[in-house]
């Protein structure tokens, strides 16, 4: 091709090409500015039923968690004054709540009903005429659609709002839709709506492990949202303006595997007295449908039982020993709480294996008095190889078998003493948690310790979690450390403005001696005490310890004085995966705890002077705990005031702890 014809066709190619972009980018904006008219245009068909939610007084902190006191947002649900919102909105239990509708009317606000299944509140106010926000229709709803999230918490005509599509359906165990739009406590109680102007859902925080009222809190603005389906709320929208408080449908069992990526729905537990107990299903039932639809996994059945509410009807049908039965019953709110029964005996903490060359059984390593274990006549050097006649491998199984019986149950206890075979029966009582304060402790096999650049830290020493100087810490570990003996782990909390490093370690050093427990002291970088954000600080510090030394799961404890028993409450009861005891000292309990459950053993210990102020709500604590079926230990020392008591009434703490493992 001559040279000049092939500049003439590059030149035509090029001005094509251009020609080609530029329409591409006029195009592009064309799109963009459409789309934003659409979103705006949306929000402008929505405005008239969103307002404006400010409330007045109330808790500035709740299970350590900072509450909302900015203004957020509701959204009109009848005409005559009827407003859905999120029960995040009210978690610090307000004196007053105050709504300003669109046409900037400014009224009060009584809770008419609350949804404890999907975090919602219904509010009502002395109005007519108000605009109720239309439902999109949940078939309608497609991944990938545009959603809009709207809130009204400013002074200013329009709503804010954000945009971003719907990530996920069926979420949260079947009761929410998901969207990356951001979500945040501006707009929880707002509308997620489609570009039509339709309210997809309302906006609430979630989270799928957790059901208190801050739950999902911690995820906003980070691309996982949620909002539950407006069609949901107005088919029982009758219920709550009729002042009906909707809660979570219970059938009261749990399944063998956990988790989202849960197998087969083999059921573990069956509580007693629930409604799965009373329809007849057992442990190792396998659930295969449920009200007609084919289950071949838990997340199966929790997704079709999440939508469901206390008082609701539901059919199962299960499988056991090959043949299929059917179970009707109608679910309950709350179940009879948990009760752990008590054998009696602490077991051998060095692996029975180890100790003695045997490949199962529990070894016992002392028998609490007048337990139902002493008093069959079960002693120490015993070792547990069967109940009821399964085979017992060692203390877990040992613990997991007794924990399936109820207090008053009678169990077949087979042991091995001085090499021979017999069976003990045994009736279990109620969990205590009295223990001696003599309690002895175990004896370390013989070896030689670690030394060397690698050897665990011992004594007392410094550090930062992470580098970071505002996660300081101090801890203290026993000389006698030896890996083969997990240690026990007590997180101590410290008041405002007061460490009380010095004090504590010279108070504790000879009980950590004794017991073997580890002592670690985490420090808020905040002159007014512990904030929110600590919470993630001590449980990253207790994982460290963990990763660093042998800690024994079961004796893992929060010890807090005085204004710091909020914060610990909240550690050990948001993470009840990791602690398994709360110790207060001088401070009564500010938040309901968790549900007792066998899966999660939890236990008490409150030491409060008889003349200290606090005297009289920190007992009240330890009756309602034992009320819910915790075990607790009450200590009360006479001449104490509102002080940290000696080193010598901590002895029954330290014993406390030491035996938290009994069974």
């Known amino acids: 091709m001559p040279l000049l014809r092939m500049v003439h066709w590059h030149r035509a190619v090029v001005s094509i090409t251009v020609m080609l972009m530029a329409s591409t980018l006029?195009?592009?904006?064309?799109?963009?500015?459409?789309?934003?008219?659409?979103?705006?245009?949306?929000?402008?068909?929505?405005?008239?039923?969103?307002?404006?939610?400010?409330?007045?007084?109330?808790?500035?902190?709740?299970?350590?968690?900072?509450?909302?006191?900015?203004?957020?947002?509701?959204?009109?649900?009848?005409?005559?004054?009827?407003?859905?919102?999120?029960?995040?909105?009210?978690?610090?239990?307000?004196?007053?709540?105050?709504?300003?509708?669109?046409?900037?009317t400014r009224r009060a606000a009584s809770v008419a009903a609350t949804d404890e299944a999907r975090m919602l509140t219904l509010l009502k106010v002395d109005a007519s005429r108000l605009t109720p926000l239309a439902a999109a229709p949940l078939e309608e709803m497609r991944v990938g659609q545009w959603a809009i999230a709207l809130g009204r918490t400013f002074d200013q005509p329009f709503p804010s709002i954000s945009v971003g599509i719907v990530s996920a359906l069926g979420r949260i165990w079947g009761r929410a839709i998901q969207t990356d739009a951001k979500t945040s406590p501006t707009n929880y109680g707002g509308p997620l709506l489609d570009v039509q102007g339709r309210a997809l859902g309302i906006i609430v925080p979630l989270d799928p492990q957790k059901t208190d009222?801050?739950?999902?809190?911690?995820?906003?603005?980070?691309?996982?949202?949620?909002?539950?389906?407006?069609?949901?709320?107005?088919?029982?929208?009758?219920?709550?303006?009729?002042?009906?408080?909707?809660?979570?449908?219970?059938?009261?069992?749990?399944?063998?595997?956990?988790?989202?990526?849960?197998?087969?729905?083999?059921?573990?537990?069956?509580?007693?007295?629930?409604?799965a107990y009373d329809a007849g299903l057992r442990a190792g039932d396998r659930i295969t449908a449920v009200d007609g639809r084919v289950v071949s996994r838990v997340p199966h059945v929790r997704h079709l039982l999440g939508r469901k509410y206390a008082g609701d009807a539901i059919a199962l049908t299960y499988m056991r020993d090959g043949s299929e039965s059917a179970a009707q019953m109608t679910l309950v709110a709350t179940l009879e709480p948990y009760e752990a029964p008590l054998l009696g005996i602490l077991p051998e903490r060095v692996p029975w294996a180890e100790?003695?060359?045997?490949?199962?059984?529990?070894?016992?390593?002392?028998?609490?008095?007048?337990?139902?274990?002493?008093?069959?006549?079960?002693?120490?050097?015993?070792?547990?190889?069967?109940?009821?006649?399964?085979?017992?491998?060692?203390?877990?199984?040992?613990?997991?078998a007794v924990s399936r019986h109820r207090p008053g149950d009678t169990v077949e206890i087979?042991?091995?003493?001085?090499?021979?075979?017999?069976?003990?029966?045994?009736?279990?009582?109620?969990?205590?948690?009295?223990?001696p304060a003599d309690l002895p402790t175990e004896a370390?096999?013989?070896?030689?310790?670690?030394?060397?650049?690698?050897?665990?830290?011992?004594g007392r020493w410094v550090d930062n979690l992470g580098g970071d100087p505002e996660r300081s810490y101090w801890a203290y570990v026993p000389a006698d450390y030896d890996p083969a003996l997990p240690a026990g782990l007590v997180v101590w909390l410290h008041p405002a403005g007061d460490t009380m490093e010095a004090d504590i370690l010279r108070k504790w050093q000879a009980a950590c001696d004794r017991?073997?427990?580890?002592?670690?002291?985490?420090?808020?970088a905040q002159?007014?005490?512990?904030?929110?954000?600590?919470?993630?600080?001590?449980?990253?510090?207790?994982?460290?310890?963990?990763?660093?030394?042998?800690?024994?799961?079961?004796?893992?404890?929060?010890?807090?004085?005085?204004?710091?028993?909020?914060?610990?409450?909240?550690?050990?009861f948001r993470n009840r995966e990791t602690f398994r005891g709360l110790s207060l000292v001088g401070a009564s309990l500010r938040a309901a705890?968790?549900?007792?459950?066998?899966?999660?053993?939890?236990?008490?210990?409150?030491?409060?002077?008889?003349?200290?102020?606090?005297?009289?709500?920190?007992?009240?604590?330890?009756?309602?705990?034992?009320?819910?079926?915790?075990?607790?230990?009450?200590?009360?020392v006479e001449e104490l005031g509102h002080e940290y008591p000696s080193a010598e009434a901590l002895g029954g703490i330290a014993a406390w702890v030491d035996a938290l493992d009994r069974i």
């Open 26 to 104: 006029v195009a592009d904006e064309r799109l963009e500015a459409l789309e934003e008219q659409a979103f705006r245009e949306a929000a402008a068909l929505a405005e008239p039923s969103i307002v404006r939610i400010e409330t007045v007084g109330g808790l500035d902190v709740l299970d350590g968690l900072i509450t909302p006191s900015g203004p957020t947002t509701g959204v009109v649900v009848g005409a005559d004054g009827w407003i859905i919102t999120s029960s995040f909105n009210f978690a610090s239990r307000p004196a007053s709540i105050l709504v300003t509708t669109p046409d900037g």
């Open 213 to 275: 009222a801050t739950a999902g809190v911690e995820w906003y603005d980070s691309g996982i949202g949620f909002a539950i389906p407006m069609e949901d709320i107005y088919a029982v929208l009758s219920r709550m303006q009729a002042g009906e408080q909707l809660k979570p449908g219970r059938m009261g069992l749990t399944f063998k595997d956990l988790g989202p990526t849960a197998g087969e729905p083999i059921v573990d537990r069956v509580r007693a007295g629930s409604p």
């Open 355 to 400: 100790r003695t060359g045997e490949t199962t059984g529990a070894g016992v390593r002392f028998v609490l008095p007048d337990s139902p274990a002493a008093r069959s006549g079960i002693v120490r050097r015993d070792v547990v190889t069967k109940v009821d006649g399964d085979q017992i491998v060692d203390a877990a199984a040992l613990r997991d």
């Open 414 to 435: 087979g042991i091995v003493r001085g090499g021979r075979e017999e069976t003990i029966s045994v009736k279990l009582t109620a969990m205590s948690a009295n223990v």
């Open 444 to 458: 370390v096999p013989a070896r030689e310790p670690a030394a060397g650049e690698g050897a665990p830290k011992t």
């Open 515 to 524: 017991r073997g427990i580890i002592l670690v002291g985490p420090k808020t």
């Open 527 to 572: 002159p007014s005490g512990w904030k929110p954000g600590d919470i993630a600080f001590v449980t990253d510090l207790v994982q460290e310890l963990r990763e660093r030394y042998a800690v024994d799961p079961l004796r893992i404890v929060v010890h807090a004085y005085g204004d710091a028993a909020p914060m610990a409450s909240a550690v050990v």
């Open 593 to 636: 705890p968790p549900e007792s459950t066998p899966e999660f053993s939890l236990q008490f210990h409150i030491l409060c002077g008889g003349n200290d102020p606090e005297r009289e709500a920190a007992q009240k604590s330890a009756e309602a705990l034992e009320e819910l079926r915790f075990p607790v230990l009450f200590q009360r």
